[in-house]
């Protein structure tokens, strides 16, 4: 049986004041989630306020992105070493963000997916299409790619050592949401395209849904078979929406 992990992604939000406050709430609420694994990816900066407020908690914290480069003059770059020096747990490679705003390619993310195994990280690895990429039926072409980018760098078994993160595009911070059947279809298929190399790391990898979950909608997209917890946007910004999510993915235990 796979643990949920919903992991929240804060992007660029917070302030000191409003990061406290909301980790204050998580730690209030955590005590009776105890089947799913519940992390947070503040922004860098409040990484080390992550780590005071959550020491001695279940709660791991992690980064948002890394830099492939481990030190040197790269001016406003972060290195996997600074977040393990943080206690970082979890870092966020291949956002839709990261690839649409930033450019980042598949080769570049796959390359992030390594540097953070390598390192002892683990890496969330995030896929999905444009709703473009979606209305002329490549969903399946376009996550393909972007899976196996990691693959063929990687090894399949380099998998086990990471979570992906499904995220249509066309579904974050629109309001739209994927049915729980349209998000399942693309969880299923992922899972198998790892099953084809090996089964015992398909079986076994956690699969995330990252497209405007909610409170509202958690339940019924983690009942789906393959769809083990939820990579959490807006509503990670509120503690009372984030556990109202977390506790969906307990139960669905």
């Known amino acids: 049986m796979r643990q949920p992990l919903v992991a929240g992604n804060w992007k660029m939000n917070g302030s000191v004041g409003s990061v406290r406050e909301l980790l204050a709430g998580i730690k209030a609420g955590?005590?009776?989630?105890?089947?799913?694994?519940?992390?947070?990816?503040?922004?860098?900066?409040?990484?080390?306020?992550?780590?005071?407020d959550l020491a001695g908690t279940p709660i791991p914290w992690g980064g948002q992105n890394l830099s492939?480069?481990?030190?040197?003059?790269?001016?406003?770059e972060v290195a996997a070493s600074m977040l393990l020096d943080f206690g970082c747990t979890y870092v966020i490679v291949g956002h839709s963000e990261r690839r649409t705003l930033y450019g980042e390619d598949d080769a570049l993310v796959a390359k992030k997916f390594a540097v953070a195994r390598a390192a002892g990280l683990k890496p969330i690895l995030c896929v999905g299409e444009t709703l473009e990429e979606r209305e002329k039926g490549v969903t399946e072409e376009v996550v393909a790619r972007q899976l196996d980018a990691v693959i063929k760098l990687e090894g399949v078994g380099a998998l086990a050592?990471?979570?992906?993160?499904?995220?249509?595009?066309?579904?974050?911070?629109?309001?739209?949401?994927?049915?729980?059947?349209?998000?399942?279809?693309?969880?299923?298929?992922?899972r198998k395209r790892i099953a084809d190399?090996?089964?015992?790391?398909?079986?076994?990898?956690?699969?995330?849904?990252g497209g405007s979950m909610k409170p509202d909608n958690a339940a019924e997209l983690m009942a789906?078979?393959?769809?083990?917890?939820?990579?959490?946007?807006?509503?990670s910004l509120?503690?009372?929406?984030?556990?109202?999510?977390?506790?969906a993915a307990n139960d669905s235990v």
Do not use: M
């Not at 090996?198 to 995330?208: L, W, Y």
């Open 238 to 247: 509120k503690a009372k929406d984030f556990l109202d999510i977390c506790k």
């Open 30 to 52: 955590i005590g009776d989630i105890d089947k799913c694994e519940v992390a947070v990816c503040p922004p860098y900066i409040f990484i080390p306020q992550a780590q005071t």
């Open 197 to 209: 190399q090996d089964a015992g790391v398909a079986d076994n990898v956690r699969i995330q849904y």
């Open 68 to 76: 492939t480069e481990a030190s040197g003059a790269f001016t406003g």
């Open 161 to 190: 050592d990471g979570v992906i993160a499904y995220e249509p595009v066309w579904a974050i911070g629109t309001g739209k949401t994927a049915t729980p059947e349209q998000a399942q279809e693309v969880h299923a298929f992922i």
């Open 224 to 235: 789906k078979a393959d769809i083990d917890g939820g990579l959490i946007g807006g509503a």
